[in-house]
């Protein structure tokens, strides 16, 4: 069974620029959620999909959004990127109702 | 808020030693504890505990989980320098989805 996909996995972007994520869950999981991690603040929670539907939200601004496709495929998006934004993202992926999640490799933003 | 701290948040040991790593929660309608392996790309799960008292056994891994005491420790025997990583304590709610608050994180360096 094929893990979860995360790509690109590598991006430099500069401030003000937005960017998209993107996120392949393993087949069958419907969950997908983000998080951030940076080496100050460990992973952080950003919100988690299911169903085409945003099932909950972490503490970040409404810079970060997401969505999910009906083939629970997701995107992560950020506007306006600022320094600080600068982290690994990691998508991971669980199947309904359960609790072990599953991550990708994680995109490797980089804002200059 | 919910919290997470792990101890300790640094660790260096030799080859064949025993280690002991330790996690305290503070999660409101506590459902399960996790713990992770990160080396440098993408968490990979270890264990999931979800009662009491009951040791979670995977070759030199152990975890149990204390929920009078809202703790777990991960043990790990005869260590490698392959175990070196950082292990990473997470919890969930029981309530929909799969949310998870993380902790710091231990990182664990063994050296020959």
């Known amino acids: 069974k094929a893990g979860v996909t995360q790509t690109p996995r590598y991006l430099i972007k500069t401030r003000g620029q937005q960017v998209t994520l993107s996120c392949s869950p393993i087949?069958?999981?419907?969950?997908v959620s983000w998080y951030q991690q940076t080496p100050g603040q460990g992973l952080q929670f950003l919100f988690e999909?299911?169903?085409?539907?945003?099932?909950n939200k972490g503490n970040f601004p409404g810079r970060f959004s997401g969505r999910q496709f009906s083939n629970s495929r997701s995107e992560m998006n950020v506007s306006t990127l600022e320094l600080g934004d600068s982290a690994l993202y990691l998508c991971?992926?669980?199947?309904?109702?359960?609790?072990?999640?599953?991550f990708g490799p994680g995109t490797r933003l980089t804002v200059t | 808020e919910d919290k997470v701290v792990q101890s300790p948040l640094s660790l260096v040991v030799h080859e064949g030693d025993t280690v002991t790593l330790n996690c305290s929660y503070e999660?409101?309608?506590?459902?399960?504890l996790l713990w992770y392996k990160q080396e440098k790309k993408a968490p990979t799960f270890l264990f999931m505990l979800?009662?009491?008292?009951i040791e979670k056994k995977s070759g030199r891994l152990s975890s149990i989980l204390d929920k009078k005491e809202l703790s777990s420790i991960l043990n790990i025997t005869a260590t490698q320098t392959g175990d070196s990583a950082i292990y990473l304590c997470?919890?969930?709610?029981?309530?929909?989805?799969?949310?998870?608050?993380f902790g710091e994180g231990t990182q664990l360096t063994v050296n020959p």
């Open positions: 999909y299911f169903s085409e539907t945003q099932r």
């Open positions: 991971a992926s669980t199947r309904d109702r359960a609790y072990e999640q599953y």
């Open positions: 087949s069958g999981h419907r969950s």
């Open positions: 997470a919890v969930g709610r029981g309530t929909s989805g799969s949310r998870l608050t």
């Open positions: 999660v409101t309608n506590f459902r399960s």
């Open positions: 979800t009662s009491s008292g």
